[in-house]
């Protein structure tokens, strides 16, 4: 029974960081936003996040078309209530 919660408690917390910080640091400048190979004479924008200096966590996407599928499913099934 502990394991199952501590996996629950888990997946929760994996669920709710996706939906509130959908965002991370680029690893391939390292939240830079210039091209890992520039020197004094060429600077560019990082080729991964395009100068952003983020990209998006794995599932960020997923949670958040979810969460708006609920909302759109609520709303509907309020306005078909007699």
Do not use: D
Not at 20 to 36: I, V
Request: charged letters at 20%; a positive charge; one cysteine or more.
């Amino acid at each position: 029974m502990t394991w199952f919660l501590l996996i629950l408690g888990a997946a929760a917390w994996w669920l709710i960081s996706r939906y509130f910080w959908p965002f991370r640091p680029c690893p391939r400048c390292k939240g830079s936003g210039t091209n890992p190979g520039s020197n004094s004479k060429r600077h560019g924008p990082c080729g991964r996040c395009k100068g952003s200096r983020h990209v998006q966590r794995i599932g960020s996407k997923t949670v958040h078309r979810a969460v708006r599928a609920v909302i759109k499913y609520r709303r509907s099934s309020k306005e078909n209530t007699p």
